[in-house]
């Protein structure tokens, strides 16, 4: 029987998968098992954002270049979407519930690992440890949630996991702010121990395996490989592209060996018994249309985060914690509006409130573009508060639409999939933007220097200005006067506030495509096997 036979039986038959017992006590307990899962993805959301704070400390404590400091961030994202559909095909594979653990024990050890370094070299390691442990978490969360909710209970069940993922991405800044100032760098890593040991406690107690009955025996190791290398050639790509050009060779050929290797991985999964990604899955339109729809989602959200925390910090001088607080109405309102995206994903399916919700972020979008200088914080509260509004129930419904329409069997490889297009997104958006930025304030920062009749600059100079300018950094030093100071500090602001703009407009366009993706969604056709019905 070919993988393709097999997904298409899986799809026309979700019966024929074993439904669990009825949970008894504590163990598969649903609405425990969300609780217990929640708290380990918790720990691999935050470390997306929290390390950004710690970076400047980590740097000045351990002596680190600007190179290694990028690593740091670099090497837990490569990590983390380069292994994300392996690690959810070992779900598949093993069970959910030992994967899970598994992730748990080593995200906590590795970050243990981390605060107790002595050199940037060990950082870096296991930071890189930390990607691999937390791509074995998240696949293996929505596989759990899967097999133990029963259908019209799921959505509810990922909004809540979504406002999970949403608020500590978010909060990130906030706590690592706090952190950092008043304990240390090192106290970043070490709150995931704790953290860690409660979601472990909490797994071996609640958590239950479930296991479709043809759940795949195999691996494809080649398919692994290839999947791999495609995965690091393109974010390598992305992350290195704005630092070597976009036109350079360096850049071209890591995006050419991408293309390649994608394609050799699609031919090669024809001719394999068990294939890593049965590509008969993408035949289902409205999964293909979710795993689209959740690369533009994070890129708006992504890459237009990025430039928030800047315009907040070096614009308006706010500091971390301060900046972080900024952008609680984002955060409260993706908390508030998740659990209520999912009951209504229930109720009226998945299309309109994705479309909805990417309107929604394109409006937000368009309005942060026309952000300014010396903009109130009521201003800037509404369109932040507008941009969770939209983004609660994408999070949820993306999540629900690539889960949903995949067979029971390969849960674990869609949510792993659902994961890897999010990262690939936020890459893009992040790299994407950060280029519409630099050449915004390549073209007019010489310009409006002039035009505010501050002293010339050389070529070199004009590039060193440039380079401060495109995250919001007036070039001054202390030799300068202080009326020349502020002219300086204006033209920086204007222009980067300037470049900001035009990537906010490109972020809108990009939600406004993603709305248009999301008429092609529907309700998960094979959401009916995971758990029975009669569970909660």
């Given at each position: 029987m070919t993988s393709q036979t097999t997904v298409d039986k899986a799809s026309r038959e979700p019966k024929?998968?074993?439904a669990p017992a009825p949970a008894k006590g504590l163990r598969g307990h649903p609405w425990l098992t969300l609780f217990s899962v929640a708290i380990g993805v918790m720990m691999v959301a935050l470390d997306g954002t929290i390390v950004a704070i710690a970076n400047p400390a980590i740097q000045q404590d351990l002596n680190a270049s600007l190179a290694d400091v990028q690593w740091i961030t670099n090497g837990y994202m490569l990590a983390l979407a380069v292994s994300l559909i392996t690690a959810g095909k070992l779900g598949d594979r093993f069970g959910h519930r030992q994967t899970f653990l598994i992730g748990v024990v080593g995200f906590a050890a590795s970050s243990g690992a981390i605060g107790l370094s002595d050199s940037v070299t060990l950082v870096i390691v296991f930071?890189?440890?930390q990607g691999l442990f937390g791509?074995?978490?998240?696949?293996?969360?929505?596989?759990?949630l899967r097999a133990t909710f029963p259908a019209e209970k799921l959505?509810?069940?990922?909004?809540?996991?979504g406002m999970v993922i949403g608020a500590s991405t978010a909060g990130g800044p906030i706590l690592g702010g706090v952190l950092v100032e008043h304990v240390s760098w090192q106290s970043v890593f070490f709150i995931n121990v704790p953290v860690g040991v409660i979601a472990l406690v909490l797994g071996m107690v609640i958590l239950k395996d479930h296991r479709a009955e043809n759940a795949p025996r195999s691996f494809d190791i080649g398919g692994i490989v290839l999947l791999s290398q495609a995965m690091f050639c393109l974010i390598w790509a992305l992350i290195k592209g704005s630092e070597w050009g976009w036109g350079d060779y360096r850049t071209l050929g890591f995006l050419g060996a991408a293309l390649a290797l994608f394609v050799v991985f699609a031919l090669?999964?024809?001719?394999?018994r068990e294939p890593l990604i049965p590509l008969a899955m993408f035949r289902s339109i409205p999964l293909s249309a979710g795993a689209v729809l959740m690369v533009l989602m994070a890129f708006a959200f992504m890459g237009g985060l990025f430039f928030v925390t800047f315009y907040l910090q070096n614009v308006h001088g706010l500091s971390p914690v301060d900046s972080g607080l900024h952008l609680l109405p984002l955060t409260g309102m993706m908390i508030v509006a998740s659990p209520l995206a999912g009951a209504m994903i229930t109720k009226f399916g998945p299309r309109v409130p994705l479309v909805g919700g990417m309107v929604c972020t394109a409006v937000a979008m368009f309005g942060m573009s026309q952000l300014e200088i010396g903009t109130s914080t009521l201003t800037m509260s509404i369109w932040f508060g507008l941009l969770g509004l939209g983004l609660a129930p994408v999070m949820v419904g993306a999540t629900e639409v690539i889960v949903g329409n995949a067979p029971m069997e390969l849960s674990g490889v869609a949510g792993g999939l659902q994961q890897a297009a999010m990262q690939v997104g936020g890459s893009?958006?992040?790299a994407v933007l950060g280029a519409v930025m630099a050449s915004q304030v390549d073209s007019k920062l010489g310009d409006n220097w002039k035009a505010a009749q501050l002293p010339p600059l050389s070529p070199e100079q004009l590039d060193q200005a440039s380079s401060a300018v495109k995250v919001g950094i007036p070039p001054v030093d202390g030799k300068v006067p202080p009326e020349i100071a502020g002219k300086i500090a204006g033209v920086a602001h204007d222009t980067f506030v300037s470049g900001m703009s035009t990537a906010f407009m490109v972020a809108?366009?990009?939600a406004v495509v993603a709305a248009?993706?999301?008429t092609l969604t529907k309700r998960g056709a094979n959401a009916e096997a995971g758990a029975g019905a009669g569970h909660i």
């Open positions: 024929e998968i074993a930071r890189v440890l791509a074995l978490l998240m696949p293996a969360a929505l596989g759990l959505n509810m069940a990922i909004g809540i996991w090669s999964q024809k001719n394999v893009l958006g992040t809108g366009v990009v248009l993706v999301a």
